[in-house]
Every structure is written in structure tokens, then in C-alpha cells.
């Protein structure tokens, strides 16, 4: 109903040097409605958030809040319009409590004067349910905690429209489900909340409706029910999806039959247990568990990231020494970190510097790698990896996330490993972009490379991987492979140790 509609944005145009990012755009946002944004890296769902936020201006549309055009200068002309968003990376301080994270900065507050905004901010955790005091040290409290202290901090504000950008990637199963919970509360108390996110399963969970965008322009908006999975995604392609019919398993199926490239005895670190663990030329395996079942610190252990404190390392059937990670590299094993911009991207350097720095490291820097060559290097695997960036020389910073993580791929695949690591690396990235490196995987498989695949996403690791290895509490509770290889599996045997 047209009295229901809090937020409508028509006919939106924004351009850049040389780009048309949206073009003719509508977006609606009813009250008490938890709507989806939808759509690949690259298909304009940022650059509409900010618009809609005041970071950029359009040239061309107009936005309505409340059946009242509205001009957003800036974020802060946003929040005080009552608009307000919560990013992934959690942007309130740390070492300061929660309740001078909920007040600092504000033209309201009265917290340096008075300590009567620490039970202002209890009223208001109390009754939002969230699991939090006061006068506790923000940074004492999870990531899914601190992100909805932001959204606290948003609602007493006033805010009447609430946008959360991917606010679930690094939150477990639990923590996910807190978070739904407080999103329910509020779209029952008439706050319209807009969803972005990259998990297909969670829209379909907590959302009402589904906003696509794909190339800068509208796709459609549909009610939940009546738009299956299967057609979100072919939608957001712009194609009809196989299923990853063509996706051929047939190489890893025969691993068994060749060579063990890598095998650790005991191996041990400062983050990760003892443990052992092999993988075969051609192999693609996998961890899997719960967020924080030890996973990452496994293969940080394997690529020597972490203080590697025990154990006996072959590779090839030699005995080798790898305690960092220039001994790995120099053995021919490749890792791609599961925190892209934490410990993979630097991302003032151009994509061409971003591309070659591995190879440089091999080399060692007093044999510097050629300009031309390295344009050379730049230039093959941004074609090969289909990396969308205006040119070579682009700070890799200002890419979508989807293509920095192909900019690491390709930083990886420079070297020509044997063996190579992959932790979470279609986390936060579009369906195509998924797709694409699920297949580069498995074709790298077919090629003799060795991989180990980490995803968050069941399915996902199911689609690559012919062997998983089972973690719970930082030990191996159990290895599937052949007919065991499926959801159900999977998740007993998390639960309940060998399945």
C-alpha cells in the first residue's frame, strides 16, 4: 500500500569518468520491512547505499522519505534525515565502553557531562535483547555483539530506515541468529531495514522482499515466495544457472591413485594443535567445522604463518623445513588468507604491484622483477581471470571485493604452485564470481595441483572438494569422502566426532 512506503528512490543516475554505475534505478522500502539488495559485485548496490546515504551525489532522480523529496548532503545528513547504516567492518571504538561508543560524537549527547548515558544505554540493550552492558569495554564483546551495538546506537537515533551491509560474513550460525532476531524486533517496531548480503540461504530467512540490480540498472523487485533461489541467481547473472552441471569432479575422483605432494606428522603451532594431514598431486580437499573449530589455523600451520612449534613436514617424499612462509613459497605451496584485506591486498599498490609481489619474494628483491615484465605478468592474468579494473596500474583498494580476491588468485598463480591454500576465498563475493573460481579450482585439480578449500558454505566445499576433514574444537573429528560427501554427514559428524 502506497501509505506503507517509507523510502522511495526513482530514475537514479550516477556516473563516474567513463562509467554509467547506475542507471534509471527504483528502489522501495516499505515500513516494517526487511528488504533484500541484491546483486553481483559490480552491479551498482553500493554506489545506490551510497547515494541513498549522502557519500555520493547523483545527477539525476529523486528521493522520497516519509512522501517528503528529500536532498541527503552527506552520512550525517543521512543519520539526522534518519537513515543510518551498519557496515561489515565494525566502525565504533573499541577501547572505548559500549556506552560512550552509543553516544560519542553525537549533537544530543550529554555523556561527557553526566554518567547518566551508561543507563540510557542499558535501557536500550535491555530492551533490543542484546547481550551487553554499559559500561563494558566494547572490544571485550563478539563481532556480531559489536554490530548490534552499532545498530543500537543507529536506533536510538531515531532512525527510520537501517541498512546493513553484509553484516553476517564474519558472524557464526549462533551469532547470525541473534542477529535475525534483533532484525525482526525492529522491522516490528516500523524500522524499514535494507539488506545487503552475499548469502542466498540468509535472504530467504529473514527478508520480505528482493531488490536485483545487475549492470548499474534495475532488474526487478519480487516477494520472497515467489522468487526461488535458483531464479535470484539467474537473475543477478543475467543467464540461466547450470547448477554447476559442468562442473567435473572425474580428476579428483582418482587422486588416490597418485602421489602424496605434501604430508605433515604432528604438526603443531602456536595457534593450531598437533595434527596430521596429507594431500595428493591433483587433490582438492578441504577443512570444514564451525567458525573457530581451527580450521584457518590449520592451514596457517601449513604454510608456516603462524609459529610453527612441532612436527615432521615432507614434500614430495622429502623431508623439508617450513616455519614461514618464504619456506613454503620456495616449496612450491601458495596461500590465498582467509582476511583479504588484512593479510592479502595492500591496497594502495596497483593491481600490476598486487599481482607480483609473490614472485618478487621468490626471487628475492635484489633480482627485481623487469616494469615490462611485470606489466607482461599484469596484463595475462587480467585477462585470464576476466579481473574488471580501468588498467594495470589501478589502486587495487578501489576494486570490488570480489575482484581483489582474483588480483591474490592471480598473485598466487604467478608463482606456478604445486600446491596451493585457499581460505574462504569466495566469502563476501558475488554468485559469478563463486562460480568462477569453484571451476578455477577444479581445473587447476586437472592440471596435477594440489588444493585445500575452506568455505564457510557447506555446499560449496561439497561442489570442489573429494575429501573434507572434519574439525570441532581445533582437532580432526573426521574425514568424509565418496558417499559420505553430503550435508547431512557433514553436520553429524561436527556434532557428534567421527560420522
Known amino acids: ?142 563481532l556480531a555483539v559489536q554490530q548490534m551495538v552499532a545498530i543500537a546506537r543507529a536506533v536510538d537515533m531515531k532512525c527510520k530506515v537501517l541498512i546493513l551491509d553484509e553484516p553476517t560474513s564474519s558472524l557464526d550460525d549462533k551469532e547470525v541468529n541473534m542477529l535475525f532476531d534483533l532484525m525482526r524486533d525492529l522491522k516490528a517496531q516500523g524500522v524499514g531495514i535494507i539488506f545487503v548480503t552475499h548469502f542466498l540461504e540468509q535472504v530467504y530467512e529473514v527478508s520480505d522482499r528482493i531488490t536485483v540490480l545487475r549492470n548499474g540498472e534495475l532488474v526487478g523487485e519480487y516477494l520472497c515466495e515467489e522468487l526461488p533461489q535458483v531464479e535470484l541467481v539467474a537473475k543477478m547473472m543475467g543467464k540461466e544457472l547450470d547448477e554447476l552441471s559442468d562442473f567435473e569432479k572425474s580428476e579428483s575422483s582418482k587422486v588416490n591413485e597418485k602421489e602424496v605432494f605434501y604430508e605433515a606428522k604432528d604438526l603443531s603451532s602456536s595457534e593450531a594443535l598437533a595434527f596430521d594431514f596429507q594431500i595428493r598431486k591433483g587433490e582438492v580437499n578441504g577443512f570444514t567445522g564451525l567458525l573457530g573449530s581451527g580450521r584457518s589455523e590449520s592451514v596457517r600451520a601449513i604454510f608456516g604463518a603462524d609459529k610453527v612449534t612441532g612436527g615432521h613436514i615432507k614434500v614430495n617424499g622429502k623431508d623439508v623445513k617450513i616455519t614461514k612462509p618464504v619456506e613454503a613459497m620456495k616449496n612450491g605451496i601458495g596461500y590465498l588468507a582467509e582476511d583479504r584485506k588484512r593479510d592479502g591486498i595492500i591496497a594502495e599498490l596497483s593491481v600490476r604491484e598486487n599481482i607480483i609481489l609473490a614472485l618478487q619474494v621468490m626471487n628475492g628483491f635484489f633480482k627485481p622483477i623487469s616494469r615490462s615484465e611485470a606489466e607482461s605478468f599484469a596484463d595475462e592474468y587480467i585477462k585470464v581471470l576476466n579481473i574488471k579494473t580501468a588498467s594495470r596500474e589501478t589502486p587495487v583498494g578501489s576494486l570490488s571485493g570480489g575482484n581483489q580476491q582474483k588480483v591474490i588468485l592471480a598473485r598466487w598463480l604467478l608463482t606456478h604452485p604445486d600446491y596451493l591454500i585457499l581460505d574462504e576465498p569466495t566469502r563476501g563475493i558475488d554468485v559469478g564470481t563463486k562460480l568462477e573460481i569453484q571451476k578455477l579450482v ?42 559420505q560427501l553430503n550435508q547431512a554427514e557433514v553436520m553429524k559428524t561436527i556434532a557428534g566426532g567421527e560420522g
Open 1 to 142: 500500500m502506497p501509505n506503507d512506503e517509507l523510502l522511495k528512490m526513482r530514475h537514479i543516475e550516477k556516473r563516474f569518468p567513463g562509467v554509467l554505475a547506475l542507471h534509471n534505478v527504483d528502489f522501495t522500502l516499505r515500513k516494517g520491512e526487511i528488504h533484500a539488495l541484491m546483486g553481483e559485485n559490480g552491479a551498482g548496490k553500493s554506489t545506490l547505499i551510497k547515494v541513498l546515504t549522502g557519500v555520493y551525489q547523483m545527477e539525476d532522480g529523486e528521493i522520497t522519505l516519509e512522501d517528503k523529496a528529500v536532498v541527503i548532503h552527506s552520512p550525517q545528513d543521512a543519520a539526522n534525515k534518519g537513515i543510518s547504516t551498519v557496515y561489515q567492518e565494525i566502525t565504533l571504538c573499541p577501547n572505548l565502553t559500549v556506552a560512550e561508543n552509543m553516544y560519542i560524537g553525537r549533537e544530543d549527547s550529554v555523556w561527557i557531562k553526566h554518567k547518566d548515558y551508561e543507563k540510557k544505554a542499558n535501557e536500550i540493550l535491555n530492551k533490543l535483547g542484546i547481550p551487553a552492558r554499559g559500561t563494558q569495554m566494547l572490544g571485550s564483546c563478539s
Open 442 to 483: 577444479l581445473k587447476l585439480a586437472s592440471e596435477g595441483v594440489s588444493v585445500t578449500f575452506i568455505s564457510s558454505e557447506v555446499e560449496e566445499m561439497l561442489r570442489t572438494c573429494s575429501r573434507l576433514i572434519v574439525m570441532r574444537d581445533r582437532h580432526i573429528v573426521g574425514e568424509l569422502t565418496g558417499s
